[in-house]
T-cell receptor, first 113, second 110 residues
Framework: EPEVTQTPSHQVTQMGQEVILRCVPI?????FYWYRQILGQKVEFLVS????????KSEIFDDQFSVERPDGSNFTLKIRSTKLEDSAMYFCASSGKMNTEAFFGQGTRLTVV | KQEVTQIPAALSVPEGENLVLNCSFT??????LQWFRQDPGKGLTSLLL?????REQTSGRLNASLDKSSGRSTLYIAASQPGDSATYLC?????????FGTGTRLQVFP
């Protein structure tokens, strides 16, 4: 069964460092998303991406964040200068059409120290 | 602004019980509603998707209903098993993003 895969599963980084979280969405999907979940809190929307551009972003997704689809399979989230409060589980998701069932990866646990 | 609430926050039941998890949302202008399961420290597994035009959806022992006008959905789990222990999240789709509830943490004990 097709699935969304994310790497790495766990990343520890020092405050101020850049991190890139990687995702391989389901191959025939066209809509891609990043969400995050701070420990003990709700899953929050970060950004949606379609046709090689951002379609919507939340207030959390400030200038420190960027997304890219560098080739036909990968979808990345970059945090330029990490802060302690960026520590969270980051989930990538994809869907075949807008507003249809979204499939999530297993997440990357980011710990900023 | 859409707000999604789930009650109860936690539930502990003996194996074999039928149970109902509740989800409510403040803005009825949704495209669909999705129920997920999350195991500790793990990703989100999609359980059921109900389109806004549908009233219910079934998958095995799970049945989800949707009353869009009143802003409510329920997830019914029949004959619960210890393997059902997890956090259950509901999420509504507005403008191409999911808005999640706080979840119900379910424990089913033998």
């Amino acid at each position: 069964e097709p699935e969304v895969t994310q790497t790495p599963s766990h990343q520890v980084t020092q405050m101020g460092q850049e991190v890139i979280l990687r995702c391989v969405p389901i191959s025939n999907h066209l809509y891609f998303y990043w969400y995050r979940q701070i420990l003990g809190q709700k899953v929050e929307f970060l950004v949606s991406f379609y046709n090689n551009e951002i379609s919507e972003k939340s207030e959390i997704f400030d200038d420190q964040f960027s997304v890219e689809r560098p080739d036909g399979s990968n979808f990345t989230l970059k945090i330029r200068s990490t802060k302690l409060e960026d520590s969270a589980m980051y989930f990538c998701a994809s869907s075949g059409k807008m507003n249809t069932e979204a499939f999530f990866g297993q997440g990357t646990r980011l710990t900023v120290v | 602004k859409q707000e999604v609430t789930q009650i109860p926050a936690a539930l502990s039941v003996p194996e074999g019980e039928n149970l109902v998890l509740n989800c409510s949302f403040t803005d009825s202008a949704i495209y669909n509603l999705q129920w997920f399961r999350q195991d500790p420290g793990k990703g989100l597994t999609s359980l059921l998707l109900i389109q806004s035009s549908q009233r219910e959806q079934t998958s095995g022992r799970l049945n989800a209903s949707l009353d869009k006008s009143s802003g409510r959905s329920t997830l019914y789990i029949a004959a619960s098993q210890p393997g059902d222990s997890a956090t259950y999240l509901c999420a509504v789709t507005g403008t191409d993003k999911l808005i999640f509830g706080t979840g119900t943490r379910l424990q089913v004990f033998p």
